[in-house]
């Protein structure tokens, strides 16, 4: 009917078919136009093959009593890559450790071999990453540590595979010593959580502290995931001689029960001190400490809202991607990883599969971050600026004072518990 109350000229009429054929085009897209110019004769429409998926893997804490950092971790390493030239190539596959060694080596497998990954990011728990990281060398598969600084990573377990972004247990402990004997005191009860993270942070302490003169009183280890410390803070009552203070890690949940606890028990009010290792103090946990955490300090290797150029960044990138969200150390923690996974992906023009090649860009990175300048040590762990952080209230909200203490790695060699590094590319 449209046809026969047409009564252009076959010319007009040829003209508006050609006119209606480039508005199709158009709405297709060009890759539409691409499909119809192969059948047809004339010029050819080229298209660009569109480059490959970046899929990277994060294994980490999405439960249990970290679960606060390996989210945020998380958002910040979606963030990172978010900002960069390859946001639109980036596919995340994400599963949960469960802080389970054998947990984590199955879903670390699983993420590489079934999903098919090209970097795995993770996980959390120190005995974790050691075991993944133990089945992932063989097979010649990245992996990348927010957190999870077992000290042998750092020596004779090292791996030109594996690679510590954010630190060690060591950098998270001993550097604090000297500290402590001078402002604390030359007396200390060792604590934490049992297992490996836990009793390595002591341990590097341990060494430093008493190298220096001081006395180790008494020490005590709770399991993951206790929420009745009275035990353990008897301990701490009744040791003699008197410690000055305790020193150790209770992270996530664990540091929450375990800071308003030391308090209600009456140790700090006793004048006991509590300083913590790894960040134990931890800004989106101090609103659940409340004041039973003021005046406590801890060793962590970022500080929230300090002034350089890439936190300026940093803030306004995650205030605007999570505007309910707090700027704290995690989130801090993953843009750092991604930050590092897009530096090694520029070293290898942007191939994820290149994984010798990645594997050797980052043995050599050298960056300036939100956290401060940061570089790869040869033993893939990295050299960072290590604070001392007092817990203070301002303005009605929980904060931290900070003392820069000097960038410290992680040392190696046969005189090192966890022995020497040997890597080669």
């Excluded at 791996?159 to 000297?178: D, Q, R, V």
């Excluded at 860009?361 to 939100?370: F, G, K, T, V």
Aim: contains cysteine; proline residues 5%; charged residues 25%.
């Amino acid at each position: 009917m449209e046809r026969m109350n047409d009564r252009s000229s076959p010319k007009q009429r040829l003209r508006k078919n050609l006119m209606d054929r480039r508005d199709f085009m158009k709405a297709v897209g060009v890759a539409g136009g691409a499909v119809l110019a192969t059948s047809i004769s004339g010029p050819f429409i080229h298209t660009q093959a569109a480059e490959p998926d970046i899929r990277i893997g994060h294994l980490s804490s999405f439960s249990g009593p970290y679960v606060a950092l390996g989210t945020r971790i998380d958002k910040g390493l979606s963030l990172a890559l978010q900002l960069s030239k390859y946001k639109n190539r980036v596919k995340f596959f994400r599963e949960d450790s469960q802080d389970k060694p054998e947990v984590s080596v199955e879903k670390a497998l699983k993420l590489y071999q079934k999903t098919k990954i090209d970097i795995l990011v993770g996980p959390i728990a120190g005995h974790a990453s050691l075991a993944v990281s133990t089945a992932l060398t063989p097979l010649r598969k990245l992996l990348l540590g927010a957190h999870g600084g077992n000290k042998w990573l750092a020596g004779k377990n090292c791996s030109p595979y594996t690679f510590l972004i954010g630190h060690t247990m060591y950098n998270m402990s001993a550097p604090i010593a000297p500290w402590f004997l001078k402002n604390v005191g030359d007396k200390v009860f060792l604590v934490g959580v049992d297992y490996a993270t836990g009793r390595d942070i002591a341990l590097h302490f341990r060494q430093a502290f008493e190298k220096l003169g001081g006395k180790v009183v008494g020490e005590g280890y709770a399991p993951l995931g206790t929420t009745e410390y009275t035990p353990y803070l008897t301990q701490v009552r009744n040791a003699k001689p008197k410690p000055d203070g305790c020193f150790g890690m209770y992270a996530g949940s664990d540091g929450v029960n375990w800071v308003r606890q030391f308090a209600e028990f009456g140790l700090k009010k006793d004048g006991y001190m509590y300083v913590g290792g790894l960040g134990v103090f931890q800004t989106v946990l101090l609103d659940a400490m409340g004041d039973a955490c003021l005046g406590f300090w801890d060793c962590m290797h970022t500080v929230p809202y300090i002034d350089n150029p890439q936190n300026r960044i940093f803030m306004e990138a995650w205030k605007k991607a999570y505007p309910d969200e707090p700027i704290e150390e995690n989130g801090m923690l993953g843009f750092d990883v991604g930050t590092a996974i897009i530096k090694a992906l520029d070293a290898v023009g942007g191939n994820a599969k290149d994984t010798d090649g990645l594997a050797k860009a980052l043995h050599s990175i050298e960056y300036d971050s939100p956290r401060g300048r940061i570089k790869m040590g040869p033993n893939n762990c990295t050299i960072v600026p290590i604070y001392a952080r007092k817990v203070v209230k301002k303005d009605g909200k929980y904060r931290h004072e900070a003392t820069l203490l000097g960038h410290f790695g992680t040392p190696h060699g046969p005189e090192y518990e966890w022995g020497e590094c040997k890597i080669s590319y």
